[in-house]
C-alpha cells in the first residue's frame, strides 16, 4: 500500500460520520492529484512527488480529527425542544381530569418514552434511505386498512377495531405510513398524474368502506397539501385542486343517502347543535359552555365533567 493510501485511511479512521468518510476521501485524494501534479513539473519523480504532497498534508490524525469536528452530525435542537414542548403539553389534560387521569398516566408514560425512544431513533439513522421505500410504506398502510376491513372484532361509534390484547388497530394508524409514502412519490420526477390518481384513491376508498370520515378527511388534506411541494408544476397543482373540489362536492351530493345515520347526524350535529342537543350535538353544545365560562386561563376549583376529557 503506497503512502497516499496509508494517509487517506488515518485520515478517514478519525471520522465517524460514514457520509462524510466517503467526501473527504474523495476531496483529499483530488488535493493530492493536484499536488503531486506540481511536484512532477518541479522536476521530482511520481513516488518522490506523491511523498512530498502527503508531507505537506500535515499529521493524518490531526486532520482527521479537525475534519470529523467539521463533518459531525448537528442536532435541530430547536426540533427537540419543540417535540419535547408537545410531549409536555399532552399530560396537561391528564392532570386535569381528576383520579381518571391517574389511571391514564401510567399508559400516557409509556407511550411517550415509545415515542421518544422512535425519535430519538430517526434522529441517529440516515433516514434519507427510506426516500425510496415509498412503496414499503403504501403497502402497510394499505394493508392495515384491509385488516381493518375483514378482520375487526369490535366497533365503537360505527368506527371498526380490531383488538389484539391490549393492542388496538385503527384505521388513523396507517396515516403516518401513508404520509411517508406520499413523501417519496412526490420527490419522485417520474410520477405522473394518472398515477397519483389511483395511488391516492385506493386508500381514500378503503377508509370511506372502513368508514372512517374524519380520517379520510385528514389524509386527503394531508396528500393535497404535500402535493403543492411535489414534482409537478404549480399549474398542474392547482388544476388538479380544481378539479378534485369540483368532484368532491359532487360526490358529497350524491353520496348523501349512502351515508350511515350515526354519520349524518354527526355532520347535521356539528352545522346545528341545539338540534341534535340529546345525541351528537350534546359534546359541541357542552365544549362552547365550558370555553365561554372558563375565560384564557379556566377555572381549576371548578371540574367539569367532560366525556372522554383526556382527548377532547
Known sequence: MNKKHVFLNEVIAQIKSKEAKKYVASELSFHLKEAKKVWVEKGLTGTEAEEKAVEQMGSPIKLGQQLNKLHRPRVDWVLVILLMTIFGLGFLPIFSIGDMGEYLLVSK???TLISCAAALGMML?????????GWLFYSIGALILLVLRLFSNITINGL????????????????????LAWASFFNNKRLRVWQFIVLFFLPFI??????????????TIM???????SQFSRKMVLSIWGVFVSCFLFVTIISW????????DRLLAYLNPEKYSDGPGFMIIRMKELLSTAGWF????NKEFIPVAHTN
Open 223 to 229: 396528500v393535497f397539501s404535500m402535493l403543492w411541494w
Open 206 to 219: 378503503l377508509l370511506f368502506t372502513v368508514p372512517s370520515i374524519s380520517t379520510t378527511y385528514i389524509y
Open 125 to 133: 439513522m440516515d433516514y434519507r434511505k427510506f426516500k425510496k421505500q
Open 298 to 301: 379556566g377555572h381549576p376549583m
Open 109 to 111: 408514560v409509556i407511550i
Open 160 to 179: 371498526p377495531l380490531l383488538r389484539i390484547g391490549p393492542l388496538t388497530i385503527e384505521s388513523i394508524m396507517s396515516l403516518p405510513f401513508f404520509f
Open 257 to 264: 343517502k349512502f351515508l350511515g345515520f350515526y354519520q349524518k
